[in-house]
């Protein structure tokens, strides 16, 4: 064996056992990643505050969480009516949503739990606005366009962005 083999031989050795370390490091950034990443509704980080405001007076304030996509189906599956379809084997398919129930039931979902008890379970308030729940407090009390605008935001924070400003990051 001449010295350019053991020089190569050796070479080798170190690139895989850099490689290896470079892999055992990443492995564990990417376990941290992970974890992190699964538990974001839990985060205060991504917690954000909303204002309701009209003509400059601020009605109401409140904090909303991202939601998981599992919540998201939740919401959608309460509002939801369903039908079965006698052409397909009598398969249950849905026949519509009711999206202002819809709405509301994600707004009263993403609020923080702390506020939630607050605001929109306050009997007080039902009892005044005869309502029966705080997802009705919800349609009752917020305009179309706030209830879009909250809707928005919870879209943003739960991680519903366009695919280009995702490739952005």
């Not at 053991?6 to 895989?16: C, M």
């Not at 509002?79 to 398969?91: D, L, M």
């Not at 009752?140 to 695919?163: C, F, H, M, N, Q």
């Amino acid at each position: 064996m001449n010295i350019d083999e053991v020089i190569t031989e050796r070479e080798t050795e170190t690139d895989q056992e850099t490689a290896q370390e470079t892999l055992r490091t990443y492995e564990n950034d990417i376990l941290g990643g992970l974890l992190a990443a699964a538990g974001f509704s839990e985060d205060e980080n991504e917690i954000v505050p909303i204002e309701i405001k009209r003509n400059g007076v601020t009605y109401l304030r409140f904090r909303i969480r991202p939601l998981s996509e599992e919540e998201y189906e939740r919401c959608r599956e309460l509002h939801t009516r369903y039908v079965k379809n006698k052409h397909f084997g009598g398969i249950r398919i849905p026949e519509n949503t009711d999206n202002a129930k819809y709405r509301s039931e994600l707004i009263y979902t993403a609020t923080v739990a702390e506020d939630r008890e607050k605001i929109w379970d306050n009997k007080a308030a039902w009892k005044k606005l005869d309502v029966m729940s705080g997802r009705e407090l919800i349609g009752r009390v917020l305009k179309p366009g706030e209830k879009d605008a909250i809707i928005d935001r919870l879209d943003e924070i739960s991680g519903y962005t366009s695919l280009e400003e995702v490739a952005k990051n």
